[in-house]
């Protein structure tokens, strides 16, 4: 009989599943990520060739007091406000260990992010799902009745790419003993942000993160704001130096080319709409977005069906193989030429 080396919850676990990626050198559309299309500012770039490699034989600045600095001057918000991750994912599983334990629950609405169910079970701490209302209207008296230890509302939120009004945060936020996590990862993305409120509210964390709105996925890069005394209980569960030299340099210059980023952003959202439009003359239904990608449903034509095939032709979308989500696909929105493409293929198709 095989060994069983894990502990009985690890080996019951279906492990998160990331998006596909393609081989190295592999002609790939990759609209399933939702990465940002455009490449990172050339400030960022130029900080990364500029890097001295003594910065590489040391280990890094545990508070990565530079790129702190930089989300300070761009977000108007005290640096001792500011805690880093290895990616926005890091800021979530730090926030989860700290709070989350068996008795502890953790409460999200859905559909959402996948990720804070997995995240949660490694805890041991129950998951409470509650279902979005129509049209996306926030369960509010049932997110607060479940009382979580963490409450997460991501906002945009991924998949629908709707955002939360703040009037709805605000009234979770007063009803909630624990925290409210409110994961931002789309925000650069849309004019609306629930920052406010972690100035407000002792119990408010927002997560941020350069993967989506700065183009820098690869640098693993994100931060959450709250207040001090808050981020004081999370700092004990942090790793130390889970953000790297690199990172630190490269993240800083990029959020200081504020410029550069409302470029792309504009770019993506004027794209966002052409392709809106290029669906729904196919006949897909696409919901309203903030963010970088469309949630869609085809009128006929199993979702599954189009998005094996679009693969076939090296174009990558994103299904998703569960309840409410199985008939539609969620694609991030490319360059006007891969927007094309996408769309020429999707023609023959119909
Ligand atoms: C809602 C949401 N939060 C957080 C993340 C994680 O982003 P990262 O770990 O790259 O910062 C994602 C990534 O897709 C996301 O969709």
């Known amino acids: ?70 989300v300070s001057d761009v977000l108007a918000v005290p640096k001792d406000w500011v805690l880093v991750g290895n990616g926005s994912d890091d800021i979530l599983n730090i926030i989860i260990r700290a709070c989350a334990e068996p008795g502890r629950p953790v409460v999200y609405p859905m559909p959402t992010y996948v990720l804070y169910r997995t995240l949660t079970q490694l805890q041991l701490a129950e998951a409470v799902e509650v279902s979005y209302g129509k049209d996306f209207q926030l369960p509010i008296d049932e997110l607060v009745a479940a009382q979580g230890a963490v409450t997460f509302i991501a906002t945009p939120n991924s ?74 209980g999370l700092y004990k569960v942090r790793d130390s130096y889970s953000v790297d030299a690199v990172a630190i340099a490269v993240g800083a210059a990029a959020l200081r080319d504020q410029a550069y980023k409302d470029d792309c952003i504009a770019k993506v959202r004027r794209d966002r709409t052409l392709l ?33 095939a679009l693969k076939q032709q090296n174009i990558l979308v994103r299904y998703f193989k569960q309840p409410g989500l199985d008939d539609k696909l969620r694609i991030t929105v490319g360059t006007p030429e891969q927007n094309a493409a996408l769309i020429t293929a999707m023609q023959a198709l119909a």
């Open 276 to 308: 809106a439009r290029s669906l729904q003359a196919l006949n897909f239904k696409v919901w309203p977005s903030e963010t970088n990608f469309l949630l869609t449903q085809p009128s006929r034509g199993n979702a599954e069906a189009i998005y094996l």
């Open 1 to 70: 009989m095989a060994k069983r080396y894990f502990r009985p919850s690890i080996e019951a676990l279906v492990g998160y599943k990331p998006g596909e990626q393609p081989k190295p050198g592999q002609p790939i559309i990759k609209l399933n990520t939702n990465e940002n299309p455009y490449p990172p500012s050339p400030q960022a770039i130029a900080a990364l060739s500029k890097l001295n490699p003594e910065t590489l034989r040391r280990y890094p600045d545990p508070y990565a007091t530079p790129f702190r600095q930089a």
């Open 159 to 232: 998949p629908s790419g709707h955002t939360v009004p703040a009037a709805d945060l605000r009234q979770l936020a007063a009803g909630l003993d624990g925290l409210l996590v409110i994961d931002e990862a789309y925000a650069d993305f849309t004019e609306s942000t629930a920052l406010a409120l972690a100035q407000e509210f002792d119990n408010v964390v927002i997560s941020r993160t350069l993967s989506k709105g700065y183009g820098l996925a690869g640098l693993r890069l994100g931060f959450a704001i709250a207040k001090p005394t808050l981020l004081a």
